[in-house]
């Protein structure tokens, strides 16, 4: 079980940075790529996911978690632990649309606070 002491806050707080910093890697090279390059939206939108999702990888591994396992292990594991996230806001947000009648705004955050809980809780405990 997770003990709320200031190491696990503080791998929180980290944890959400690293979260922004891979968002916003992951927007910008979206921009660039459909405005400079002409590129496709999707296109575009899953090379920046690819780029944020690896910002977000290094950042864990080294800053919030300080991570000793091999990369290979880790990298694995994370790209597991995405696609679990992936899922869990899928069904969440298809439950809070069709079955509560939620709006998307609300449904797209509230799935998005559980993703951010599971994610790093899977990511501390068994990614890194």
């Known amino acids: 079980m997770l003990r709320l ?34 590129l496709q ?10 780029a944020g999702a690896l910002v977000i990888y290094l950042a864990n591994y080294f800053i919030t978690f300080h991570s000793t396992r091999r990369h290979i292990s880790a990298s694995s594991r994370f790209i597991a ?11 969440i947000l298809n439950t809070t649309l069709t079955q509560m009648n939620w709006s998307l705004a609300p449904a797209q955050v509230f799935a998005t606070g559980i993703q951010f809980s599971v994610g790093f809780t899977i990511n501390r405990v068994w990614t890194f």
Request: charged content about 5%; glycine content about 10%.
């Open 5 to 38: 002491d200031m190491e696990s806050v503080t791998q929180v707080v980290k944890y959400l940075g690293a979260s922004i910093a891979g968002t916003l890697v992951h927007y910008a090279l979206l921009v660039i790529l459909v405005r400079w390059y002409a």
């Open 41 to 50: 939206p999707l296109w575009a939108s899953t090379c920046g996911a690819i």
């Open 81 to 91: 632990v995405a696609a679990i996230s992936t899922g869990v806001n899928g069904l």
